[in-house]
């Protein structure tokens, strides 16, 4: 079955960095469009960075300049590298890989931005 599983979530200090890490197994993963995705408490889940199949990527502006999204195909891993963090960075962050109509969801990696 599709299983997608994040790690490198944490608490963090102001201005701290994390990298956060998503393994995929199940899938044919280099086709696949992958993306990092956060839900704040009380807020609804937000895109953070998308990267497609072909190495194109996306962000959200909150995060441009700060975050940068890769992938390793060969490893079936897509990271999240965050430098810069601000405590509104708190959220879980969630792991989707998409292809087409198909998308699947990881159980999410928690991030706290804190002194």
């Known amino acids: 079955q599709v299983q997608l599983v994040e790690s490198g979530g944490g608490l963090v200090q102001p201005g701290g960095s994390l990298r956060l890490s998503c393994v995929a197994s199940?899938?044919?993963?280099?086709?696949?469009?992958m993306g990092w995705y956060r839900q704040a408490p009380g807020k609804q889940r937000e895109l953070v960075a998308t990267?497609?199949?072909?190495?194109?990527?996306n962000y959200a502006d909150s995060v441009k300049g700060r975050f940068t999204i890769s992938r390793d195909n060969a490893k079936n891993t897509v990271f999240l590298q965050m430098n810069s963090l601000k405590p509104e960075d708190t959220a879980v962050y969630y792991c989707?890989?998409?292809?087409?109509?198909?998308?699947?969801w990881g159980q999410g990696t928690q991030v706290t931005v804190s002194s």
């Open positions: 989707k890989a998409d292809y087409y109509i198909e998308n699947y």
């Open positions: 199940g899938i044919i993963f280099r086709i696949y469009g």
């Open positions: 990267i497609t199949s072909g190495g194109s990527t």
